[in-house]
């Protein structure tokens, strides 16, 4: 079993910046694709950004590639998101999220545990 725990979320304005982290508990952590998922009032969630288990492959949605990045740190059992150039329509709660495979990593139906959320909030 896995637990995740997200934090670092918050009101911030346009153009800000926020760094994500989501600690894990559990010892396979290295062996897991990690991802970021968020969810707007109203909307599905959506897939944001995930990385793989060495942290050598990562992938963005379009709309955050050059504003987000993800990265991890297997020693310290967290995945980071950075967030930068923060826009309003950013403003979601933020969810990580782990699976055994570092496959199918945009797919959320395919991740095995989540964290309980973020949020985060991001003014005009």
């Known amino acids: 079993q896995v637990q995740l725990v997200e934090s670092g979320g918050g009101l911030v304005q346009a153009g800000d910046s926020l760094r994500l982290s989501c600690a894990a508990s559990?010892?396979?952590?290295?062996?897991?694709?990690l991802g970021w998922f968020r969810q707007a009032p109203g909307k599905e969630r959506e897939f944001v950004a995930a990385?793989?288990?060495?942290?050598?492959?990562?992938y963005a949605e379009d709309s955050v590639k050059g504003r987000f990045t993800i990265s991890r740190d297997n020693a310290k059992n967290t995945v980071y998101l950075q967030m930068s150039s923060l826009k309003p329509e950013d403003t979601a709660i933020y969810y990580c999220?782990?699976?055994?495979?570092?496959?199918?990593?945009?797919?959320?139906?395919?991740?095995?545990?989540w964290g309980q959320g973020t949020q985060v909030t991001v003014s005009s």
């Open positions: 999220a782990a699976k055994y495979a570092s496959s199918r990593l945009r797919e959320y139906n395919e991740y095995n545990f």
């Open positions: 990385i793989s288990w060495t942290g050598g492959i990562t």
């Open positions: 559990g010892r396979a952590f290295s062996s897991f694709g």
